[in-house]
């Protein structure tokens, strides 16, 4: 596939197949319902701890989709990378409550992912869910044919070959919001891809065309996870060059908001929910006034002034915020990879010397000592 515009790099082809992906991953997990529905039964009717994690991009998958899981089930989810499950298991095993643990991985060999389940699984009766990209990953095989355990392996298109992940991170978000049953219209949600998509090129060009130094992203409740995705972003395919910081609508005016100057662009995506949207247009208004309106992109559905004439990204609305936010992530990915290839780079390969890695490197995994309460 070749993207008009953005090359055709793995990473442009796995941002462009979205769309295309979100149908085959909601064939897959129809196909393992039966064995999640078996496993979340037996797991709900424990009174569980829910935990959503991941490390990185897969980490924020947890915080998209965490506040959409906990309506639909009525119950507290949180998002715990597995970074800090490793770190200090015992804040997440804090009472006699056993743990459905929802693990996200685009390899599953991160050493921190095999480590956060091994922890929890030692310190818990634990059931575990695995959502991965990679059914030949360690942590797949891992907890394959464990009884307490499904692993649900999505498709391998969805398997990002690109150094940044990209369809791999709306693939799980999509596969996660399934699992659990919540009626998201993925037919409906791939026609809104598509029609973003078939402008992303231009709109991201035109902004990676200002050569911001910095992109500050904005949302509320699930919309700061994809702000910190977006972020991410940034900072991976442009080797750190363009720096992404990521906030809530309403936490970047206490203390963040300083890093505004005349070389940053922002982003506010507009939640689709009416009562945080009212926020999120406040800072896009307050946003137009500190940088001018040219440096002030508004993503989502919104007219030419309601947002004091910031720019606007138009994405249908429709859906949880959680779901939104799998078509509105599109924009950032496609601006991270149009500010890449602005500064002749490589998107599929950023790092040429290795200082960053697809998979992470250097990780030492300690012993965690016996009888540590």
Same mark, same amino acid.
């Given at each position: ?38 496993? %979340? ?12 994690? &991941? ?49 996200? $991985? ?23 869910? *695995? ?18 355990? *499904? ?8 398997? #990002?070959? &690109? ?21 998201? #219209? ?8 598509? $029609? ?38 940034? %900072? ?9 910081? $990521? ?13 505004? #100057? ?24 307050? %946003? *137009? ?51 890449? %290839? ?5 998107? #599929?390969?950023?790092?040429? &010397? ?20």
């Amino acid at each position: 596939m070749t993207v008009t515009g953005l090359g055709d790099s793995w990473t442009a082809r796995e941002i462009w197949q979205q769309p295309t992906t979100w149908r085959a991953v909601e064939d897959v997990v129809g196909h393992a319902r039966p064995r999640i529905e078996e496993l %979340l039964g037996a797991a709900l009717a424990a009174n569980p701890r829910i935990v959503l994690t &991941g490390a990185g991009t897969s980490a924020f998958i947890g915080e998209v989709v965490a506040p959409a899981l906990a309506r639909h089930l009525g119950r507290q989810v949180d998002a715990v990378a597995t970074t800090e499950i490793v770190a200090d298991p015992r804040s997440v095993v804090v009472d006699e409550r056993p743990v459905l643990l929802v693990s996200f $991985a685009r390899s599953g060999n991160s050493p921190e992912s095999l480590a956060a389940a091994e922890l929890l699984h030692r310190l818990t009766p634990t059931r575990h869910l *695995v959502i991965t990209c990679d059914p030949r990953g360690r942590l797949a095989q891992r907890w394959s044919g464990d009884g307490n355990a *499904v692993v649900v392996a999505l498709p391998d298109e969805v398997n #990002d070959r &690109g150094f940044a992940m990209t369809s791999s991170f709306t693939g799980m978000a999509l596969a996660a919001l399934l699992a659990f049953g919540l009626d998201v #219209d993925v037919e409906a949600l791939a026609q809104a891809g598509t $029609a973003v998509l078939g402008e992303a090129a231009e709109r991201a060009s035109a902004i990676a065309g200002a050569k911001p130094d910095r992109l500050v992203y904005l949302g509320s409740g699930p919309l700061r996870g994809l702000a910190r995705e977006a972020a991410l972003k940034s %900072l991976e395919l442009t080797r750190g060059q363009v720096v992404g910081i $990521a906030e809530s609508s309403l936490g970047f005016r206490h203390g963040p908001k300083s890093v505004l #100057d005349d070389r940053t662009i922002a982003v506010v995506f507009l939640s689709p929910e009416p009562y945080a949207r009212s926020y999120d247009v406040d800072i896009a208004r307050e %946003l *137009v006034v500190a940088l001018e309106p040219e440096r002030v992109v508004v993503v989502g559905a919104a007219g030419p002034d309601e947002c004091g004439g910031a720019q606007v990204w138009p994405v249908p609305a429709g859906g949880s915020p959680s779901a939104w936010a799998l078509v509105a992530v599109i924009a950032a990915q496609a601006t991270a990879l149009a500010c890449s %290839l602005a500064l002749d780079l490589t998107p #599929d390969n950023p790092f040429p &010397g290795g200082e960053v890695n697809r998979v992470v490197q250097g990780v030492v995994i300690h012993e965690f000592p016996e009888g540590v309460g």
